[in-house]
Structure formats: C-alpha cells, structure tokens
C-alpha cells in the first residue's frame, strides 16, 4: 500500500479497527482513546470531531493537537518495517499509532504503552 493511499484513508474507517484489535483481546474504548491521546494531544471532544469530519489520516496527523515528545521512544516493528527507522514524519507517526495499539492488544501495560516506566 503507498504512502498516499494510506494518507487518504478515513481516520474513521481507521478507528474501529483499532478498536476491534483491542476489544477482540479484552482492552476497552477508553484505553485505546487514551493511547491516541497521549500519541496525537487529541482529547476526547477533538477526537469525536476528527471522526465526525472524516478527516484523512494525513490531516489527522497533521493536525494532532501535540504529538507527545515522548513517541520517539516507540521502537519496534510494524508491517515489517521497524518504526523508528521510518523517515517520511507522517507515516512514522501513523505507524507509531499502529505500535502502540498492537502493543496494547498485546496485553502490554499501559505504564509501558505510554513510555512511563
């Protein structure tokens, strides 16, 4: 898949499957909302409006309200390819959102998700 046609996906088509990823191994709405938040600075109100939008994931990312400093300590591997060797900005920080949610359904705790410990 190229850049461009992951870039102009709906976030909304996007979100619900996180949330089935997440569900399907017992996670809930609300850790996979607070994994974007701390991600993208998108609050609960910001994040029901870029889904309302159906803004792109590009424009998602784009416009992040505050992309955590923290993210850049997400390492690992995502379709192959390890993120933090990514270079395009966009696609790394979309893949970095695919890590953490993988992480999460995972059974990861969230202190670990979140970079806090």
């Known amino acids: 898949m190229t850049n461009d046609r992951i870039y102009s996906m709906k976030f909304v088509t996007v979100y619900p499957l996180y949330l089935a990823k997440a569900e399907k191994k017992g996670r809930t709405k609300q850790e996979v909302d607070t994994v974007i938040e701390w ?24 416009e992040a309200p505050l992309l955590n400093p923290s993210r850049n300590l997400i390492k690992g591997v995502v379709c192959g390819v390890r993120v933090e060797e990514i270079e395009e900005p966009t696609m790394r920080e979309l893949r ?21 410990g």
């Open 96 to 116: 970095y959102m695919d890590k953490l949610i993988d992480e999460l359904a995972r059974g990861k705790k969230m202190e670990k998700i979140l970079r806090k």
């Open 39 to 62: 991600l993208t600075g998108y609050d609960g109100e910001k994040l029901a409006r870029a889904l309302e939008n159906e803004v792109d994931c590009k424009t998602f990312i784009d």
